[in-house]
């Protein structure tokens, strides 16, 4: 029997390529609409688990299964199509979610704006700036120290740590990188300098 699917997580290496495709202005018509929709169908999945909801995986009707008070329902919920006649029971639609990572926890909110800014941008520079809001909503709840685990963790693969950093890369660029840069040019600098000359 069909399973329910939800949206992966957007691999890390097909952001950072985003982001520096964009940085040096030539940005990537292609990767962006792959990484906006796939982040705007894992936010879809989000919402839609908020509300106990599940989308059919044969015909693709979108039902409550559950509500979201409620859990662990051995009845089954039949899907509302006429002649789809798939079925899901309340614990297989949370073992469908278990170690998933699909809560919105308190980026509720930033998940709805997404979708619907994204859903209405025009442009790439439009659907780009949608992407970067989003991605650095949770940022910014990394930089406060706010006690809740970052909710970029519900949209990115990657551990904890790595999406953190991946975080600082896309936000302050490679910082290690400029800095050793930094220095090579001092010490480049103070090898040409004449002694008693400033």
């Known amino acids: ?26 940005l990537d018509e292609e990767l962006l609409d792959k990484v906006g929709f796939a982040l705007l169908a894992r936010c879809e999945c989000i919402l839609m688990i908020n ?6 995986p044969r015909c693709g009707a979108i039902f409550f299964v559950r509500l979201p008070e409620t859990k662990g329902s051995r009845e089954p919920v039949t899907c509302p199509t006429p002649g789809c006649g798939w079925q899901v029971s309340g614990e297989e639609y949370d073992l469908s979610i278990r ?4 809560h919105s926890g308190k980026a509720g909110p930033a998940f709805t704006t997404y979708l619907e ?21 949770f940022h910014w709840d990394l930089k406060l120290h706010l006690p809740n685990r970052p909710a970029a963790n519900n949209l990115i693969e990657g551990s904890l740590e790595q999406v953190i950093e991946l975080l600082d890369r896309l936000a302050y660029g490679d910082v290690k990188q400029t800095q050793e840069e930094w220095r090579q040019n001092v010490a480049s600098m103070m090898k040409r300098r004449r002694p008693g000359s400033y």
């Open 99 to 102: 170690h998933r990572e699909l």
């Open 51 to 56: 509300e106990g909801k599940a989308a059919c």
């Open 1 to 26: 029997m069909e399973k329910i699917r939800w949206a992966p997580k957007v691999r890390q290496e097909k952001l950072w390529r985003l982001y520096q495709s964009d940085a040096m202005e030539i």
């Open 117 to 137: 800014v994204y859903s209405r941008a025009r442009t790439s520079q439009e659907r780009m700036l949608a992407i970067d809001q989003l991605i650095h909503a």
